[in-house]
């Protein structure tokens, strides 16, 4: 079946504008994640959404950052007035229950380059 | 808090030979364990994971991992390395507390694995 897909694969973009990144999980799905990759890092959590709890926020790095989910479909990480050390890969995952347990599946991630 | 070190950001082994991927957890609730790994151009995919049953995990095209509590060590091997197993690998943690009941996941920084022909 389909795996987890996010648009656009790279995107380029200058200082103080806004971005949007798309996430679209894996059909029946429940929870969802945002991570962020920086060159040389490791993986940093963002945000998680689980069917229609309040999403986890705890990751978030800045209020520029922000992040919706319609139901336990398609998800938008928006980023407001980006900055240079925002450049990363975005990667998204998602997870069948939302069990800790659980494997989460990722996309190819979103590569976001500001200039 | 937990946390995941990974031991070598870069290792070579030669085809053939024993690969050994190191990682160590802190974590303050028995860890659920995870390795991942980024084939280039690909996005991350799940090798194997400890979720408190077995200590000796098998995970796909031949790697395993050996969870030990007194080493707080989740280290990551295969007896004999592939030209395919070049990538990046990434051990990650997750204590299962977390307010949400699910937890994110922590990932160390990743070792990348050169396979030397």
């Known amino acids: 079946g389909a795996g987890v897909s996010q648009s656009p694969s790279n995107k380029v973009t200058e200082k103080g504008k806004d971005v949007e990144l798309r996430c679209d999980p894996i059909s029946g799905h429940t929870a969802l994640y945002w991570y962020r990759q920086r060159l040389g890092q490791g993986l940093e959590f963002l945000i998680y959404f689980q069917g229609n709890s309040a999403p986890d926020k705890s990751g978030l790095p800045s209020d520029r950052f922000s992040a919706e989910r319609t139901g336990e479909s398609v998800s938008t990480l928006t980023i407001q007035r980006t900055q240079q050390e925002d450049s990363a890969v975005y990667l998204c995952a998602s997870s069948l229950s939302g069990h800790y347990t659980d494997t989460q599946y990722f996309g190819p991630g979103t590569r976001l380059t500001v200039l | 808090a937990q946390s995941v070190t990974q031991l070598g950001s870069h290792v070579s082994v030669s085809e053939g030979a024993l690969v050994l991927l190191r990682c160590n957890y802190s974590?303050?609730?028995?860890?659920?364990l995870f390795w991942y790994v980024q084939y280039p151009n690909q996005g991350l995919q799940l090798l194997l994971k400890y979720t408190s049953a077995a200590t000796l995990v098998k995970g796909i095209n031949g790697f395993e991992a050996e969870f030990k509590k007194s080493e707080t060590s989740f280290h990551l091997t295969k007896p004999s390395a592939h030209m395919s197993d070049a990538a990046e690998y990434f051990c990650a943690v997750s204590d299962g507390g977390g307010n949400f009941g699910n937890e994110k996941l922590t990932f160390g920084t990743g070792t990348r694995l050169t396979i030397i022909p």
């Open positions: 974590s303050s609730v028995p860890p659920y």
